[in-house]
């Protein structure tokens, strides 16, 4: 059957109108036909068992939570506070000011009274107590559902602690229920990040000035990168936002170049700073060793100093060194496999370089909460409407800053690097996927188990909710959102552990113990002939 065909199979099962909508949001790539469209970044179907997380997650959990010498308040119910404690890996090392607070949860641990009379001077006296313990850098204050349903203020307590505390704070409404997933909530947490931290340093830096922006240091990604970058000889000034910190991000307007790792969660700053400081940015992927030479070669190119592109040509001749072996030691178990990749959003794009690079082909990817552009490229934003869901998150637009706008490139040479790299640019996952593969937006736990039945992948990459289900039908998971507590899995010395890590799943024997259900009662296809098929 044809592989159209199974997805068709796959979506009658639904209601009519369930099919309609779900139909949307999956297709099989085929060039013939140009340009394909997928619909994303819209309201999953109620009862549907989504992946995705809430506007709170997307703000806290993902985009600010890492900053690490800020204490982040939770306003709200313990609930919010525990799920979103300690879940994600994004990991930090303390900068020379000791601070680094998050091991720690802080919450307001709302109870019904607050909720009847108001919460704001409970929320006053968390502020206080976390101020007079741990004395950090800056804070936050993160609300979740209830607090836009009972309107407490805030933004006036963070206003009135700021005054009162002599340090930045402030708060965020990113209630759990606005937008459609947590992407609404990396939106809400980018405008605050430009209105109230990033241009505010004043410290003098030098050198090749770097940002790395959507890089969250997950099993220490970030610090693969930052010892690459290191070792040509730029100067990273922060990363947003793993193993950041207030106290790099105040001076982020410095750098030459912004480098963009995670399109999804943090494109709204690239731009921002665009606007407001000249500073361009780049689309990079540090997943895979053959796009990791591909971004150091863009940027060198970018800076276009002989010196450093002596540098970076040497750090890639010696880290390849380094690690050719190993690689091709793992590629000779892996070569021939496939996968299956179903992220959050970027992930799932960038993982497919390293997996090609071990000899693994991609049947399948998804994104969880991505937008149209993600998948179908940057030259889609005019098109996409905008709806009640989006309009909901603020946009927020900011102007030339005249005192610290500086332009690195001529405008010419920035046309002209435009040409041969993905300079303010992004192609999107769809340009990279062969024909016949297919693309998904918001796959649901059915359409999870359906769809390793029919593409029969030997690796499924996905995350903790759906690794189990796919084990249990005796395909290999690997969660590309926690590593499954392994990594880095970034640049050189990464991709030998991810391949480590993927041909010790493929390999070991246990899978000999586990009979998949499709081998225990086959499944008979065949096809229907002739004029008298209905
Ligand atoms: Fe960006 Fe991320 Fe991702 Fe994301 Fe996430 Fe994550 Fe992710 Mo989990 S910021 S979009 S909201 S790359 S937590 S580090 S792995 S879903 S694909």
Redesign the pocket.
């Known amino acids: 059957m044809a592989l159209e065909d199974k997805v068709k199979g796959m979506l009658e099962e639904y209601p009519a109108k369930t099919m309609k909508n779900r139909r949307k949001h999956i297709f099989v790539k085929d060039s013939l036909l140009g340009d394909q469209e997928i619909e994303a970044d819209t309201r999953t179907v109620p009862g549907i068992m989504t992946n995705r997380g809430c506007c709170y997650a997307?703000c806290k959990g993902?985009v600010i939570g890492p900053l690490k010498d800020m204490v982040h308040i939770v306003h709200g119910p313990i609930g919010c506070s525990y799920y979103a404690w300690g879940t994600?890996r994004n990991k930090a090392e303390a900068d020379d000011d000791g601070k680094n607070y998050l091991n720690y949860c802080f919450s307001t641990d709302m109870q019904e009274s607050d909720i009847v009379f108001g919460g704001e001077s409970k929320l006053e006296k968390a502020c206080e107590e976390a101020f007079e313990i741990f004395k950090p850098n800056a804070m936050t204050i993160s609300s979740t559902c209830p607090v836009g349903l009972i309107g407490d203020d805030v933004h006036a307590v963070a206003r009135r602690m700021q005054a009162k505390l002599g340090i930045t704070v402030f708060a965020m409404s990113c209630e759990g229920y606005k937008g459609v997933s947590?992407s609404g909530g990396h939106h809400i947490a980018n405008n605050s990040l430009m209105q109230h931290v990033i241009g505010k340093g004043e410290k003098d830096i030098s050198g090749f000035k770097v940002n790395i922006l959507?890089e969250?240091n997950?099993g220490g990604d970030g610090w693969e990168i930052g010892r690459i970058l290191d070792k040509i000889g730029y100067t990273v000034i922060t990363i947003m936002t793993g193993d950041g910190s207030y106290e790099t991000m105040k001076d982020a307007h410095k750098a030459d170049l912004n480098l963009v790792q995670?399109h999804?969660?943090i494109n709204y700053v690239a731009n921002m700073l665009e606007t407001k400081y000249g500073t361009p940015w780049l689309k990079v992927n540090f997943i895979g060793f053959n796009s990791t030479i591909e971004a150091l070669r863009n940027m060198a190119k970018f800076f276009g100093n002989e010196e450093l592109t002596a540098k970076t040509e040497q750090v890639i001749k010696e880290e390849m060194a380094e690690i050719k072996d190993e690689i091709e030691k793992y590629r000779a178990q892996c070569e021939g496999k496939t996968a299956f990749l179903f992220?959050?959003?970027?992930?799932?794009h960038h993982y497919q370089n390293l997996l090609s690079e071990i000899g693994i082909e991609t049947l399948a990817a998804g994104y969880?909460f991505a937008h149209r552009d993600d998948y179908e490229g940057r030259k889609i934003i005019p098109k996409i409407k905008s709806n009640a869901d989006n309009k909901n998150i603020e946009n927020i637009t900011v102007e030339k800053d005249e005192k610290n706008y500086k332009l690195y490139l001529t405008p010419e040479k920035y046309e002209k690097l435009k040409e041969e790299m993905p300079l303010g640019d992004y192609k999107g996952m769809i340009h990279d996927m062969k024909d016949g593969t297919i693309l998904v937006d918001d796959l649901n736990h059915y359409e999870t188990e359906k769809m390793i039945k029919f593409l029969k992948p030997d690796l499924f990459c996905s995350?903790v909710k759906d690794k189990y289900v796919a084990h249990k039908m005796g395909v290999v998971a690997k969660q590309?959102?926690s590593y499954d507590y392994s990594g880095p899995y970034a640049g050189f010395k990464g991709a030998v552990i991810f391949a480590r890590d993927v041909a010790a799943g493929l390999t070991t024997p246990t899978w000999s113990y586990i009979t998949p259900p499709w081998d225990k009662s086959p499944i008979l296809e065949g096809e229907l002939g002739g004029e008298a098929a209905c």
């Open positions: 997307g993902v994600r947590q959507g969250y997950i995670c999804r969660s992220v959050g959003a970027s992930r799932a969880e995350g590309l959102h």
